[in-house]
């Protein structure tokens, strides 16, 4: 590397500061309001005595499992372990987009084409990028630290608690960097990301599971809380190796940018036949065959993940009681009926669907990709309909997000049923469970389809709207709101508290009708405007 490979690297900093003035701030400040809500929630049962609360919660087997022990028994320990996981996903995910946008999604559009025409190294996006994502990262730690410090916290733990998180963030950025590099489209860079995410969630969890001492906690960013231990032992020392880690993806990514053209990847991209197959004659096949291997990906994904958490459930009803506040969430005695493994499986298929409807989105979001790149003008112009078009990816993007909570059904009543020893009495709960959510992904799909058939450039609102599903069950659960807000959220209607067997049948039927509404209104929305065109 020489000096002049980064050339012009400030300047496009500044380029990607203003091109994201109003992006930044958002992934800046909701992590955030997040650690407030949870700091909010643990104020609320202070009247309880702190202590004692979250000595239950550390007592008990469900929650311990999920989150795993407590490290310190006040309210910055609290926000620690009740947030940690919230707040690494919000700082990934907002990574993960900033280096994507400013890298791959440059490259796709012409814009780095364009900048390459001046005095650029051809380091200088990847570098500006990753700079600004780091300053990210660390303004969300900053924001975080100064606020537990106004919440009574210590000076040392809370810094070292929000410099481990824009560590953490700093760690998918890298991601983000590295896919980025390896294939010619900013989907498949999106893809590696989230299964990074995904697979980093999944691990945190089984380490909590084992004690939130295992060897998981080493390759996790979701667990490297319990290295530096922010409020309790504080082992600043621990941020070296965290930062060690979360270089190595960035190194990869430098030295694989030097080894591709620009706008093409690492791994070069299979020719296509000359000619369509037969079965591709009609746009439903088409748009199959398009959502077909991020189906495949997300199917190992969720099937992995539920075989999991199914198989450990039914151990942890031999393992002892639950706490007050989990099973009187929301005022009712709902874990009564159940066993504690029963309760463990429920939400752990409420949180699957949730990432269910991330699909969705992504899937109908197909739509936008092809038309940004210059396909769907070349179809419609042809003999297929405007409607046939965006219907035949919205069929796609329905049954694939379905058919994911069908499997996730089979295979974790199969394997539950299996583990407990009682297969007629495992299978079915879990499976209707599952099925049932299939009114409230919808729903979500549903928004994003209105948005990009009335306003294609306004679709992020379709994340502010998940987004804000996810956080009126935290506050809900925190007891900062009551059950009649928590109905704005679809997912509240086959919430884990709600027995299968009084599922509300009305209102999901209801779901269903209105995510055909705005499925409708989407395409006709799609049918009058105009189509973007690729000169």
């Known amino acids: ?7 012009g690297t400030v300047t496009l900093f500044r380029l990607f500061l203003r091109r994201d003035r109003f992006l930044l701030p958002l992934w800046i400040f909701l992590p955030v309001i997040l650690a407030l809500i949870t700091a909010a929630t643990f104020t609320a049962m202070a009247g309880q005595g702190l202590e004692r609360v979250l000595t239950e919660f550390d007592n008990d087997s469900l929650i311990s499992a999920l989150l795993g022990p407590v490290m310190s028994f006040d309210l910055s320990g609290a926000i620690v372990w009740r947030g940690v996981s919230q707040l690494a996903l919000v700082l990934g995910i907002g990574s993960l987009l900033t280096v994507i946008r400013h890298t791959r999604t440059d490259e796709e559009t012409g814009r780095s084409e364009l900048i390459r025409a001046y005095v650029v190294g051809p380091y200088a996006s990847l570098t500006a990028a990753l700079m600004l994502t780091g300053m990210g990262n660390l303004a969300a730690g900053l924001l975080i630290a100064l606020s537990i410090i106004a919440l009574g916290g210590g000076a040392g733990g809370s810094f070292l608690f929000g410099a481990t998180l824009s560590v953490m963030g700093c760690f998918f950025a890298g991601i983000g960097a590295f896919g980025v590099q390896l294939r010619e489209n900013s989907g498949t860079a999106r893809g590696i990301g989230i299964t990074a995410l995904g697979l980093g969630m999944g691990m945190a969890i089984l380490n909590n599971f084992g004690g939130g001492a295992t060897l998981l906690k080493w390759i996790t960013p979701m667990a ?7 409020f309790a032992a504080n082992l600043s020392w621990s941020l070296l190796y965290c930062d060690a880690f979360a270089a190595v993806p960035i190194l990869f990514a430098y030295v694989l940018s030097a080894r591709r053209d620009l706008g093409a990847g690492v791994l070069s991209a299979r020719s296509g036949p000359p000619e369509a197959a037969p079965r591709l004659s009609n746009p439903l096949a088409l748009a199959w065959q398009l959502h077909k291997r991020s189906f ?5 994904g969720t099937g992995l993940y539920i075989a999991v958490f199914a198989a450990i459930s039914p151990g ?11 099973s ?3 005022g009712t005695s709902w874990s009564d009926a159940v066993g504690l493994g029963y309760v463990f499986i429920s939400i752990a298929i409420y949180l699957i669907s949730l990432f269910v409807a991330v ?5 109908v979001l197909r739509l936008k990709k092809e038309e940004n790149e210059g396909r769907a003008e070349m179809l419609v112009d042809k003999q297929v309909s405007r409607m046939g078009w965006m219907s035949s990816h919205l069929i796609a993007a329905a049954f694939c997000s379905a058919a994911l909570l069908l499997a996730v059904g089979i295979a974790g009543g199969l394997i ?3 583990a407990a020893g009682d297969l007629s009495d495992g299978f079915w709960p879990i499976f209707v469970m599952s099925v049932s959510k299939i009114p409230p992904v919808w729903i979500l799909l549903g928004v994003t389809a209105l948005l990009y058939g009335l306003w294609p450039r306004m679709t992020a609102l379709g994340w502010v709207v998940w987004l804000s599903f996810a956080m009126v069950e935290l506050a809900w659960e925190g007891r900062i709101i009551d059950w009649s807000l928590m109905r704005i959220s679809p997912f509240s209607y086959v919430h884990y508290t709600i027995d299968v067997t009084n599922l509300p049948l009305l209102p999901l039927f209801l779901l269903l009708c209105l995510s055909a509404l705005l499925t409708g ?3 006709f929305g799609f049918r009058h405007r105009d189509v973007l065109t690729k000169a």
């Not at 490297?224 to 922010?230: A, D, M, S, V, Y």
């Not at 942890?316 to 989990?326: R, V």
Request: aromatic content about 14%.
């Open 224 to 230: 490297w809380q319990r290295l530096t231990q922010p």
């Open 416 to 418: 539950f049923g299996l």
């Open 316 to 326: 942890l009803s031999k393992t002892g009681g639950m706490s007050d506040w989990l």
């Open 296 to 300: 495949i990906g997300w199917l190992a």
């Open 521 to 523: 209104i989407g395409l």
């Open 328 to 330: 009187n969430l929301g």
């Open 359 to 363: 699909y969705a989105m992504t899937a």
């Open 1 to 7: 590397m020489k000096a002049s490979d980064f050339a």
